[in-house]
């Protein structure tokens, strides 16, 4: 295709009013692209905030068509930067610097202003985000980090922690059986919304890394695994649980989402463990020889020993922090 495609993604819950926001009371602004800044371009509000940032000078970081509310705020005339490619005239129009993106990661940083083409960037844009924050990121350039991925895996729950990790400096790796480097795996965008279990999207195409057939994983310093619909039939797969049993034998970190734990589970390696998963995993872990920790709220996750799990994408945050703890991977202000 010419252009992006589109469908419809996870919901995202707001948690502040808008008419409440000072601007003096936070560190720095970050803008994602979509649709949403087209019209967000035309609120006065949301203008006047954005000036606002850029007038304290706070680190400012857009990305894909957000620049186009930076445009309206006359936050980019005489600056360097980047976004969509369908958004260069309009920039060049409010006096920005074009910078022609050599591919879809380029990032580019311009005093305090972050600017990135579009989702593939996200590493480098979280990158120099946290740097102009004043943070230092320490011990993730020397891990090297696999995630065992499948089709139809939840899109988040590879997506997010994949680029959180190469944003600390990790090297990592995706690998699916049967594939190979450049070739895709399909994802699914799994959600919350008022039924009694979750909802189903087409999510992102992922791209795999690495060969299965050809990794060796004592390579690794540790194992991702995501969840979603993959898990089920990864678990049938015995090389898939020769990776896992020696992940887990050699005592390295491994972190499993949502029903991620159903590979764990047959792969025989949860006995006196103690660990969640998203609740309708719970018959696999019990049965497995593990003690089950009730996933109440949803976001919560737990660390015994190597292993972190999880329950499902609402707590990446607690997710990859106790992970990047086994990894000894710190970021400080």
């Known amino acids: ?37 087209e019209y967000l371009a035309m609120d006065k509000s949301i203008v006047d905030l954005v000036s606002h940032f850029s007038r304290l000078g706070k680190p400012i970081a857009s990305i ?3 620049q186009l509310i930076l445009a309206a705020a006359g936050s980019v005339k005489g600056r360097r930067c980047t976004a969509y490619p369908p958004v260069k005239h309009v920039l060049i129009a409010a006096g920005a610097d074009w910078v022609e993106p050599e591919c879809m ?51 988040y729950e590879v997506m997010v922690p994949f680029q959180a990790l190469q944003a600390l400096g990790c090297h990592v790796d ?14 699914a965008v799994h959600d919350f919304e008022g039924d009694q ?45 020769h990776l896992v049993k020696h992940f887990m034998g050699s005592h390295k970190p491994v972190a499993s989402i949502c029903h991620g734990q159903q590979i764990l589970s047959a792969a025989g390696v949860l006995k006196g463990k103690k660990c969640t998963a998203y609740p309708a995993v719970k018959l696999n872990v019990v049965l497995s020889g593990a003690t089950w920790l009730d996933p109440e709220p949803i976001d919560r996750c737990f660390t015994d020993g190597n292993l972190v799990t999880g329950a499902a994408w609402p707590g990446h945050p607690e997710f990859i922090s106790q992970f990047m703890t086994l990894l000894d991977i710190r970021v400080m202000f």
């Open 1 to 37: 295709m010419q252009t992006y495609s589109e469908s419809r993604g996870h919901n995202f819950t707001i948690n502040a009013s808008l008419d409440e926001v000072e601007a003096s009371k936070y560190d720095g602004l970050v803008i994602p692209g979509g649709r949403a800044p």
């Open 174 to 187: 995706a690998v699916c059986p049967k594939k190979k480097a450049g070739d895709k795996c399909a994802t």
């Open 197 to 241: 279990t979750y909802s189903e999207k087409p999510g992102h195409n992922f791209t795999i890394t690495a060969s299965f057939e050809s990794i060796d994983a004592s390579n690794y310093d540790a194992l991702v695994i995501p969840g979603g619909r993959a898990p089920e039939y990864l678990a049938l797969d015995e090389s898939v649980i």
């Open 64 to 66: 894909c068509h957000g």
């Open 105 to 155: 990661s380029t990032c580019v940083v311009d005093g305090n202003l972050i600017t990135g083409v579009n989702y593939e960037g996200h590493p480098e844009f979280i990158r120099q985000f946290v740097k102009a924050l004043g943070g230092t990121i320490t011990g993730g350039s020397d891990k090297r980090v696999l995630f065992l991925c499948g089709d139809y895996m939840e899109d």
